[in-house]
C-alpha cells in the first residue's frame, strides 16, 4: 500500500532528548535521521506536521535540531501526559480534526506512546477512513524486543509496516528529477 501523499500527515511522538538518550546509540542516531528525512518529505509534498512531547516539564522538549525544523515547517505541537495522544484534549481538538486519509506515524516509545496512539486512533476510526503507515527505523523503543513487539501488534491491527526509504521513493515515482536528486543524496 501507498500512501496517498496528496492527503497525507506526519505525527512524530515524543522525540525528546531525554527519551533519545535512552536508546542505543545507532538506534538513536538512525532514528533522527530518518525523522529528519520525513519531515523534509512531508513539507516537500505539503503535508501537515504535528508533533507531541510527553511531560516536557520533567522529560525537555524536543531535540533542539528537530524541533528548529518543525516550528520552520508550522507543525502543530502537542504536550501530553497521556501515553496515548488521543487521552490528550488537547490533542484530540486540535490534531485530530486535520488528520487525512493517510498518515505517516514516528517516534519512540514504539512499545508505549507510538503503539497506544495507534491502537487507539484505530478504535476511534468508525469509518475505517484511515490509513496508517509505520516506518520500523522511524521508530524506537530502549529495548529491541519491546520495538519489535510493537510491530508485530501494529501489523496485526492493519498498520502499514514500512521503512523509509520506501516512503520516499513512493513519493518520488521515478528518477531523473529534482526532488530524486535531493532525496538520493539524502538516502546515502
Not at 510527553?54 to 528548529?68: F, I, R, S, V, Y
Not at 501526559?81 to 490534531?95: I, K, T, Y
Not at 524506537?140 to 496485526?156: D, E, G, T
Not at 520506501?166 to 528518477?175: A, I, K, N, R, S
Amino acid at each position: 500500500m501507498i500512501p496517498v501523499f496528496d492527503d497525507c500527515a506526519l505525527l512524530i511522538i515524543d522525540m525528546q532528548e531525554k527519551l533519545l538518550n535512552t536508546l542505543d546509540k545507532d538506534v538513536r542516531e538512525q532514528l533522527i535521521r530518518n525523522t529528519d528525512i520525513l519531515i523534509e518529505l512531508a513539507k516537500d509534498t505539503g503535508s501537515s506536521i504535528f508533533y507531541t512531547e510527553q511531560n516536557p516539564a520533567k522529560l525537555g522538549g524536543t531535540l533542539p535540531a528537530l524541533d528548529e525544523k518543525l516550528r520552520d515547517a508550522g507543525a502543530i505541537r502537542v504536550e501530553k501526559m497521556s501515553f496515548s495522544c488521543m487521552g490528550e484534549v488537547d490533542f484530540c481538538e486540535r490534531v485530530c480534526p486535520h488528520i487525512p486519509q493517510s498518515l505517516i506515524i514516528v517516534g519512540v516509545e514504539a512499545h508505549i506512546c507510538v503503539l497506544l496512539t495507534i491502537i487507539d486512533m484505530i478504535a476511534q476510526d468508525e469509518e475505517e477512513e484511515l490509513e496508517f503507515f509505520v516506518p520500523v527505523d522511524g521508530i524506537a523503543s530502549r529495548k529491541k524486543a519491546n520495538w519489535q513487539n510493537a510491530i508485530q501488534q501494529m501489523s496485526n491491527v492493519g498498520v502499514y509496516t514500512t521503512n523509509t526509504e520506501t516512503l520516499v521513493y513512493q513519493m518520488l515515482g521515478e528518477c531523473g528529477t529534482d526532488m530524486f536528486r535531493k532525496y538520493a543524496k539524502m538516502m546515502k
